[in-house]
């Protein structure tokens, strides 16, 4: 009686968790397996057909490792990008979000609407907006700057110069990214005890002070959160750049990992190579969050 | 915190494999023998819906007790899908297939041989055609439509600045010169990075080419004398300011927009684009000019002989009635209709005969573009390797942005090329 007491303890929230781990399982593990067993191959469209394996150990990490594309341009665009993109996504977050958390409830309500429509917009969609804003002919911004004297549209394209081309796509990326940020810390914002603030004016802390002192320290398991999510997205951005003008391969400059990945696998047929590349984002990103986790809990055991 | 940074590092796997998107694998070849699916692309026709009520009703006619499914795929995930069935086994009997593409699934080994039953037939073929769908000898795509790029121009502009169509390369600038001088807001040519189809013609024209065959090995020749020669040409009109830097990230979606605006004299571009311009622009409707890309010193410049095949694939249950759904549907009556209908050339010479027979001053040019100098691509299933890598794009983007010279970036162009071949 005792024993089959002890069986079902142990068992029972295994059972109950079996359901998730073989959904978990076969959409994540099995993909994942899949993709590192495609990385060692030679894998090409005839080997989708006749269903062959054709194990080449790690040719395709050795040559993806020894070309120049990938540390001169591939990694730096994708590096910098996403690094410039977190830092503005979670800033322009914050800033919103204690702006919404000051306002009164009916502007409160319009701002977060607002706010929430640039994040329901399709990156697809929102894309083409960007592009068609800054397109060198007829776009918004080039009109306005010509204009003020300031352009002239017979002489530049944006999108053919890798330092502008990634300055739209950032736009872009932060506008689709920082209501996410904003909403999150938001309601992390509300927990925060009004007593605190209060102490702290008392004791005559500035604005910049009392986020410094009580906001940050308060909120840094969400700060955590969204900025593990924003390096996660903006690392593999992938809509974002192919749709640009010249971002999908018509311009080796302004590659990611994400589009050489696509292009090797999908436009060349190459799935080997492009599983490898998968393979290397996959393991950036959790190395990345690993750091990030043990020096953010280093500090206050949990 | 072993297990929280457990939990948030799973969270980021989740994430990262939920980015790898899948695709619908699509509905394919059925299991009923009586029965036959067919893949049509999306938009080539705009009547397509009623053509094929009419073939349908042939088909069963002809075929008592079998049925006819045509799908509709959109061109831009056409490939994809493609791909994702074959993987699946899960392909149609019959698809329209983009001629580049023919080799590529031929040699993956989707596609039926169709050289015994085309038989005696493949003399009536438009060579272009046949030579696109040829692999080792083996005829795996059978020709349905076929078009060329020719320059279009803007009659209004060319008035303005008192020129005539030019008939040489000498003169393709000198009109250019005199378009800019009289209008200056206007573009006078148009040069889109990325479209390599419009760059292509000015290779040949100058007898250079992209890539030759010794026996079976393919070699990059985009880095010849006379292929330079051609794109230093072709790029030069962009350098020299005939054209406008926004071009250089154009496609050549983008230089028909550029032309329906009215602001531009002249592009490259299909035979069936030219009544998407006058319904998207009915202003410009009898505005609208056409020429035969020149050759260097007169005559006509081959260009790419773009079109598709109906290929029938290897999961066919019943070949013999995929066969003669092929044979229908590339039968004179339907192969001029459909042509007509979709602003195409058909496929067979008899057929194409009677098409170039026209008056129509837009499409008479087209016509003999088409018929003295159509051309295609190196007919190697490496090939679509070179389009996925986007090679000859970035030949033409990085030269006209000024970023590398036309010797610098032909050479880089045909080691990937050669690389690419290789395998």
Not at chain 2, 165 to 185: F, G, M, N
Not at chain 2, 238 to 243: D, E, I, N, P, Y
Not at chain 2, 327 to 354: C, R, V
Request: net charge neutral.
């Amino acid at each position: 009686m005792v024993d089959t007491q002890r069986l079902s303890r142990t068992t029972r929230p295994w059972l109950l968790l079996a359901p998730a781990l073989v959904v978990l399982g076969a959409l994540l593990i099995w993909p994942l397996v899949r993709v590192v067993q495609l990385s060692l191959q030679d894998f090409t469209l005839s080997n989708l057909v006749s269903g062959e394996d054709n194990y080449i150990g790690f040719g395709n990490y050795t040559e993806m490792l020894s070309s120049p594309l990938l540390w001169k341009t591939v990694l730096p665009n994708t590096v910098v990008f996403a690094v410039v993109c977190v830092v503005g996504t979670v800033a322009l977050g914050t800033a919103v979000a204690l702006l919404l958390h000051r306002l009164g409830p009916v502007w409160k309500w319009i701002c977060s609407t607002a706010v929430m429509v640039a994040w329901a917009v399709p990156a697809l969609t929102g894309t083409y907006v960007w592009v068609w804003l800054f397109d060198p002919l007829d776009g918004l911004v080039s009109h306005v700057l010509t204009a003020l004297g300031l352009f002239d549209p017979s002489t530049t394209n944006w999108f053919t110069d890798r330092v502008s081309f990634y300055a739209i796509a950032a736009l872009n990326v932060i506008h689709h990214g920082f209501p996410f940020v904003a909403i999150t810390i938001l309601a992390g914002l509300v927990t925060v005890p009004k007593e605190l603030y209060e102490a702290a004016e008392i004791d005559g802390a500035n604005a910049w002070k009392r986020f410094r002192s009580i906001t940050v320290p308060v909120l840094k398991p969400v700060f955590a959160v969204v900025t593990i999510l924003s390096t996660i997205w903006d690392f593999k951005v992938f809509t974002q750049v192919y749709l640009m003008p010249g971002g999908s391969g018509g311009n080796d400059e302004v590659l990611n990992l994400g589009v050489w990945s696509y292009q090797q696998s999908f436009a060349q047929g190459e799935y080997g190579k492009g599983a490898a590349i998968a393979v290397l984002l996959t393991v950036l990103l959790l190395l990345i969050t690993a750091v990030y986790l043990r020096t953010l809990f280093k500090e206050k055991e949990l | 915190m072993k297990f929280r940074s457990a939990v948030v590092a799973g969270a980021a796997l989740l994430l990262t494999v939920s980015a790898c998107g899948s695709n619908d694998a699509g509905s394919g070849g059925s299991g009923d023998a009586q029965k036959l699916t067919v893949w049509i692309m999306q938009g080539t026709n705009p009547d397509a819906t009623s053509f094929f009520d009419s073939v349908k009703a042939d088909f069963q006619k002809e075929n008592p007790g079998t049925t006819l499914d045509v799908q509709f795929q959109p061109w831009g995930e056409a490939h994809d899908k493609f791909t994702t069935a074959i993987a699946g086994g899960t392909t149609p009997d019959v698809a329209e297939v983009g001629t580049t593409w023919t080799p590529e699934f031929a040699a993956a080994g989707a596609l039926e041989d169709l050289t015994e039953r085309v038989g005696a037939g493949k003399d009536n073929l438009v060579q272009g055609l046949v030579d696109a769908g040829t692999v080792d000898g083996k005829l795996y795509g059978m020709p349905w439509y076929a078009g060329v790029r020719s320059f279009v121009y803007n009659k209004d502009i060319f008035d303005k600045a008192g020129v005539k169509p030019p008939t040489t390369w000498a003169e393709i600038e000198a009109v250019a010169t005199k378009i800019k001088s009289s209008q200056p807001d206007v573009i006078p040519f148009a040069v889109a990075g990325e479209c390599t189809y419009c760059a292509m013609p000015f290779v040949w024209g100058a007898g250079g080419e992209v890539a030759t065959d010794n026996g079976g090995t393919w070699t990059a020749a985009i880095d010849s004398e006379k292929a330079q020669k051609g794109l230093d040409f072709y790029t030069g009109l962009a350098t020299k300011g005939f054209s406008t830097p926004a071009a250089q990230t154009w496609k050549e979606t983008d230089l028909l927009k550029a032309f329906e605006s009215g602001k531009t004299a002249m592009v490259i571009t299909g035979n069936w684009t030219l009544t998407k311009i006058a319904t998207d622009a009915p202003a410009l409707k009898d505005k609208i000019g056409a020429f035969p890309i020149p050759g260097e010193t007169g005559g006509i410049a081959p260009s790419f002989l773009g079109g598709s095949h109906l290929g029938m694939f290897k999961t066919a249950k019943n070949k013999d009635l995929a066969y003669k759904f092929i044979q229908l549907m590339t039968s004179d009556k339907y192969a001029a209709q459909w042509a007509q209908q979709a602003n195409y050339f058909p496929g067979s010479k008899t057929a194409l005969d009677a098409a170039t027979k026209t008056d129509d001053p837009a499409v008479a040019p087209f016509a003999k573009q088409m018929t003295d100098g159509g051309k295609s691509m190196p007919v190697t299933p490496a090939w679509g390797k070179v389009e996925g890598a986007k090679t000859l794009t970035k030949l033409i983007q990085s030269v006209v942005t000024g970023k590398a010279t036309v010797a610098d970036a032909t050479k880089t162009a045909a080691t990937e090329m050669n690389a690419l071949f290789k395998g």
